[in-house]
């Protein structure tokens, strides 16, 4: 055994007394592969130095409404593959993906069919859907907790006193029949914070900052596994190289321009406006 080596499994070795085995199996990995990451590139004092200080300035970075370690793990691809790893249900389910950094505030509740654009920016669209189970059971009750930027790429808690609290965010009850709907805005694609670390690793890395337009979506329903999505602007800009890597092609849906001035007055819309289809499968719990 080599001197790296020893120094490895006394480290390890160090757990033993660990009360919680799966945090001493947690610690134990991460351990023999943070060694093996520095013997493998030959880590510089420097280099180890330099990751220290790019971490400490992550956590600095840090606020009430912004999450630099989420974005980290969101540009590294960690989320995305935890969502692989963990967050798919059964065939025909409805396909997961990141939470992102900014679900940092609660959405406010609101009634089927209200406006979660407040500014009115943006142009006007309709999204509706229905919630069911793999069977094809409507689910009613569900609850759809939503949220977006808006059409300049900002989501309120990054323009407190610009944008109203709880622009561009609502929390739905679907009907009777799992059935739901609400107006907004179509979104934008946006590029995430670039003025933190993060920024600065993408920067070196060569890598652009873009993620495609999108609505986050949290839906859960009683007796079923909730699911963490996003909808996904079908022809946008970055579908194929999303700065996060959380596109799916199952998420991406037609904002198809809608020109009836009847269906317009019953929705509450101006005429023309844009209709987005989301149905949503949850898998049984």
Not at 248 to 265: C, G, I, M, Q, Y
Request: hydrophobic letters at 35%; aromatic letters at 6%; proline letters at 7%.
């Amino acid at each position: 055994m080599t001197t790296e080596d020893a120094v490895t499994v006394e480290a390890v070795e160090s757990l033993r007394d660990t009360a919680d085995p799966r945090l001493r199996e947690l610690l134990g990995a991460l351990i023999r592969h943070l060694h093996a990451y520095a013997r493998e590139t030959r880590l510089t004092r420097s280099e180890w130095e330099a990751a220290v200080a790019f971490l400490t300035e992550t956590g600095r970075t840090c606020t009430d409404t912004r999450q630099e370690f989420v974005m980290l793990s969101d540009v590294l691809g960690l989320s995305t593959l935890m969502e692989t790893v963990h967050g798919h249900g059964g065939p025909g389910t409805t396909e997961s993906t990141v939470l992102g950094p900014f679900h940092m505030t609660e959405s406010p509740v609101r009634e089927l069919g209200a406006d979660i654009d407040l500014v009115g920016t943006g142009e006007p669209c309709v999204i509706s859907g229905a919630v069911r189970s793999t069977d094809g059971t409507p689910l009613p009750g569900a609850v759809l907790d939503v949220w977006q930027a808006d059409p300049h790429g900002h989501y309120d808690v990054q323009q407190p006193g610009h944008q109203p609290p709880g622009n561009g965010r609502g929390l739905f009850t679907a009907d009777g029949e799992g059935r739901f709907r609400f107006r907004t805005c179509v979104p934008s694609a946006y590029p995430i914070p670039t003025d933190g670390p993060v920024g600065a690793l993408l920067k070196a890395t060569g890598r652009h900052p873009y993620r495609p337009a999108h609505i986050h979506f949290i839906v859960s329903a009683e007796g079923h596994a909730p699911v963490t999505t996003h909808i996904f602007v079908a022809g946008g800009e970055h579908l194929d190289s999303d700065a996060v890597f959380a596109v799916r092609e199952s998420l991406v849906k037609d904002f198809a321009a809608t020109d009836d001035p009847a269906l317009a007055e019953e929705l509450g819309m101006p005429n023309p406006f844009r209709h987005a289809r989301f149905d949503v499968v949850l898998e049984r719990a």
